[in-house]
């Protein structure tokens, strides 16, 4: 199986801040990667697939990079509606969430 | 639009069946799977079905304890769980990709429903 790992875990910052996420695969998934945002009580949202292609209607704010085993979601000026929980997913065989990092107030 | 049901308490060893009624989009040309998430296990994909129903796919946690299965004709998604145990406590999701091929392909999910709580104690 493949496995997922997502750093940090928790991530503080302030409106405005530049943040960045970091993904690990356990083996090459070239770019099958996803991002998620989830806020408390709701369903994730789909917010980047093919590790750097940005859903219809998610704020280029947004942006995904990486391949392999190394991959990254950033937000360029994080906004008070991105506080909530990041998840990236593997579909390279079947489908892997990482743990997810909370982004919080700082 | 997609919405669950059936969940609720049940015992250990015990059987559930969930529903996700489809609505808004031609049901019987998406593939359609189940998510779960749980507070200790996180995110985690349980199983997949094609548009046609000629392909099912499961998670090796839920192998031969879970089957999958849909009613085109309803629109309406199934998940059929026998021996519950407490790892299975979670909230299910149904969700597809926006390939509406009906073919199964692994691909994003970019529709999901709101979720229902299996707790099994």
């Known amino acids: 199986d493949i496995q997922m790992t997502q750093s940090p875990s928790t991530l503080s910052a302030s409106v405005g801040d530049r943040v960045s996420i970091t993904c690990r695969a356990s083996?090459?998934?070239?770019?099958?990667l996803a991002w998620y945002q989830q806020k408390p009580g709701k369903a994730p949202n789909l917010l980047i697939y093919?590790?750097?292609n940005l859903q219809t209607g998610v704020p280029s704010r947004f942006s995904g990079s990486g391949s392999g085993t190394e991959f990254t979601l950033t937000i360029s000026s994080l906004q008070p509606d991105d506080f909530a929980t990041y998840y990236c997913?593997?579909?390279?065989?079947?489908?892997?969430f990482g743990q997810g990092t909370k982004v919080e107030i700082k | 639009q997609l919405l669950e049901s059936g969940g609720g308490l049940v015992q250990p060893g015990g059987s559930l069946t969930l529903s996700c009624a489809a609505s808004?989009?031609?049901?019987?040309?998406?593939?359609m799977n189940w998510v779960r998430q749980s507070p200790g296990k996180g995110l985690e994909w349980v199983s997949g079905?094609?548009?046609?129903?000629?392909?099912?796919h499961y998670a090796d946690s839920v192998k031969g304890r879970f089957a999958i299965s849909r009613d085109n004709s309803k629109n309406t998604l199934y998940l059929h769980m026998n021996n519950l145990g407490a790892e299975d406590t979670a909230v299910y999701y149904c969700?597809?990709?926006?390939?509406?091929?009906?073919?199964?392909?692994?691909?994003?999910?970019?529709?999901w429903g709101q979720g229902t709580l299996v707790t099994v104690s």
């Open positions: 969700a597809n990709p926006s390939d509406s091929s009906g073919y199964y392909y692994v691909l994003p999910f970019d529709n």
């Open positions: 808004g989009f031609s049901f019987k040309t998406y593939a």
């Open positions: 079905i094609s548009g046609n129903s000629d392909t099912t």
């Open positions: 083996q090459n998934i070239d770019t099958w």
């Open positions: 093919r590790a750097s």
């Open positions: 997913q593997q579909y390279d065989t079947y489908y892997t």
